[in-house]
């Protein structure tokens, strides 16, 4: 079954560093997001991508965030100058169109030291 | 503004035993998608079920259940005869049908099944 993939499972930065986490979603899918989930709390929604441009973001997703889909396949979430409270899972999500299940990749847990 | 309720942040039944994980949810719209994803100890989230707000019929998949009752707001999510495998953190998730492509997640129920 297609799935989506993340890389790296685990980045370990430090603080004020940018970090680029990586993501293919399902190859047919046309919809793209970005959650977050800060150890033990629930998912929240961060971003999302349509026809390579954002088609919404949340009130965290601020000018510290970006996202670009380079290529046919990558789809990208750079974060700049780092904080302690970036720490978290990072999780990329693809759909087939709107009203679609949202797939999941396994996660990228990003720690800021 | 919508948002996700799920009441029981910590479950624990002995393996076999049947479980309900309730899920409370609040809209504006009168159209809206809800969702269950299981999240297991590895980390990764996996989808189990959508549900449209048209379809109030309730659903039957092997050992899981779903019970939607839009009178209460409430899209419920039974496991008969637990198994050890389905131990894991459990969110309810809402998504408006017009134009909003987030997922809203409640802050999830973890479920342990005791051998």
């Known amino acids: 079954e297609p799935e989506v993939t993340q890389t790296p499972s685990h980045q370990v930065t430090q603080m004020g560093q940018e970090v680029i986490l990586r993501c293919v979603p399902i190859s047919n899918h046309l919809y793209f997001y970005w959650y977050r989930q800060i150890l033990g709390q629930k998912v929240e929604f961060l971003v999302s991508f349509y026809n390579n441009e954002i088609s919404e973001k949340s009130e965290i997703f601020d000018d510290q965030f970006s996202v670009e889909r380079p290529d046919g396949s990558n789809f990208t979430l750079k974060i700049r100058s780092t904080k302690l409270e970036d720490s978290a899972m990072y999780f990329c999500?693809?759909?087939?169109?709107?009203?679609?299940?949202?797939?999941f990749g396994d996660g990228t847990r990003l720690s800021i030291l | 503004a919508q948002k996700v309720t799920q009441a029981q942040t910590e479950i624990s039944v002995v393996e076999k035993e049947d479980v309900t994980l309730d899920c409370v949810y609040e809209?504006?719209?009168?159209?809206?998608?809800l969702f269950w994803y299981k999240q297991p100890p590895s980390g990764e989230l996996v989808f189990l079920i959508r549900r449209n707000s048209f379809d109030e019929q309730n659903e039957i998949s092997g050992r899981y259940s779903w019970n939607f009752q839009k009178s209460t707001s409430s899209f419920n999510f039974t496991i008969t005869a637990s198994q050890v495998v389905d131990s894991a953190v459990y969110f309810c998730a809402l998504k408006s049908n017009f134009g909003n492509e987030k997922l809203t997640f409640g802050t999830g129920t973890r479920l342990t099944i005791i051998p």
């Open positions: 999500a693809s759909s087939g169109d709107r009203d679609q299940p949202q797939h």
């Open positions: 809209t504006r719209d009168t159209t809206y998608y």
